[in-house]
Each structure stands twice: as C-alpha cells, then as structure tokens.
C-alpha cells in the first residue's frame, strides 16, 4: 500500500526550531516529485516546498525561503522538513505529499502532523 | 504573486449538477488540478491535468480549463460529495482558497 506517515510536530515558542519527518512506503521518495503542503487552522491549503526526484532542485514558497530546509534521506525513504525561525503565522496542519509521476497533481497525502508556534 | 479566486460556497441538491469555478490570469495556459477535503481528513486528488481522473474516482467528477477559469464539475451530485474543494495552478502550485460545496 501505497502511504505516507509524518511525524516531528508539536508545540514550540516562536523563534524556535522543528524538524518534521514524513516515512514513504509502497514507493520510493526519490522516483517522485515531493511536496509539503500545510493548512493553518480554519485555512485553506498552502504549498510550501518541494524537492525534484534527483534532489538537485528545491523549491519553497517566499515567506518560508531561508527558514524552512527540505532534504530526503534515500535509505530510509523518508523526506524532512527543517523549519527554524518560527513564527505563529507558521501553525498548520503540514501534509507531506507525492507529486504525480507524470506530474499535474499531487496523488498521495499523508494524514498531517500539526505544528503550534505560540508562548 | 499567482492568485486563484474561487466562489466560498455552492450549494446544489441531490441528483443534481454542481459546478465551482476557478479563476486565475491565463490558468488556461496552465494545468489545472481539484482537491477533495472532507472534515478531519487529507485532501483527495479528484482531478488533475485539466480533465484526467485517478482511478478510483467516480465518473460523476469532470473537469475542464480554458481562458481565466477552470470548472469542476460534479454531476448527479450525492450526499458524500459535501467537502471542501480546493483548485491548483500545477506550475506554481498555487491553491484556490476552496469551495464549500453543500448538498441540501
């Protein structure tokens, strides 16, 4: 089965660091484009980075540029976000998620792990 | 910066065709894709390139992109389609703020 769980959320101080794993089985990280998406409460879905098959390329959304770090680990198909410098505009549910192979939607999401940036 | 504007809600009955709308600057240069967001749970990919449909999606759910706006359309609409929908502008990744589609 195809499927992604992500962990590494939590409650942390604005200024503070988190880094969020997402796990990947039934296919492997690096024969896809990866994305997280987040959603602050109430919200809609916002993109914020994504990490090319090869891992050459990433790219994030401009408020997260310099804060936020996407990197994979191939051996343990799993795919992390750093996230340092937060800010309370950061709370959302993050959603790791698979990119189509043949690209034009993402077809794969995990159940979401909820980060809080409050003192 | 990319926007999409989408309609809050629609509402629609039973057995009925429901339609939300997209609009962007030249999304119909672009690829189109629609999300499916029920209370508590992940968002679902219902539509993606424009028209195409993962499997396991039924044929109720069509989708279509031209101009400024791309439609997703639901026809014979059923009590388990009431979600949020969200479009995507797929070469900037950028979501619509979704749809409150209510079926009444």
């Known amino acids: 089965e195809v499927q992604l769980v992500e962990s590494g959320g939590g409650l942390v101080q604005p200024g503070g660091s988190l880094r969020l794993s997402c796990a990947a089985s039934?296919?492997?990280?690096?024969?896809?484009?990866m994305s997280w998406v987040r959603q602050a409460p109430g919200e809609g879905l916002a993109w914020v980075a994504n990490?090319?098959?090869?891992?050459?390329?990433?790219y994030y959304v401009d408020s997260v540029k310099g804060r936020f770090t996407l990197s994979r680990d191939n051996a343990k198909n799993s795919l992390y976000l750093q996230m340092n410098s937060l800010r309370a505009e950061d709370t959302a549910v993050y959603y790791c998620?698979?990119?189509?192979?043949?690209?034009?939607?993402?077809?794969?999401w995990g159940q979401g792990t909820t980060v809080t940036v409050s003192s | 910066s990319y926007e999409l504007t989408q309609p809050p809600s629609v509402s629609v009955s039973p057995g009925q065709t429901a339609s939300i709308t997209c609009s962007g600057d030249?999304?119909?240069?672009?690829?189109a894709s629609w999300y499916r967001q029920k209370p508590g749970q992940s968002p679902v990919l219902v539509i993606y390139?424009?028209?195409k449909r993962p499997s396991g999606i039924p044929e109720r759910f069509s989708g279509s992109n031209s101009g400024k706006t791309a439609t997703l359309t639901i026809s014979g609409t059923q009590a388990m389609d009431e979600a949020d929908y969200y479009c995507?502008?797929?070469?900037?990744?950028?979501f619509g703020g979704g749809t409150k589609l209510t079926v009444l």
């Open positions: 998620v698979r990119e189509k192979t043949s690209g034009g939607g993402m077809d794969v």
């Open positions: 039934g296919f492997t990280v690096s024969s896809n484009w």
């Open positions: 990490i090319k098959p090869d891992g050459s390329e990433k």
């Open positions: 030249k999304l119909g240069d672009k690829y």
């Open positions: 390139q424009d028209t």
């Open positions: 995507q502008a797929w070469d900037s990744k950028v």
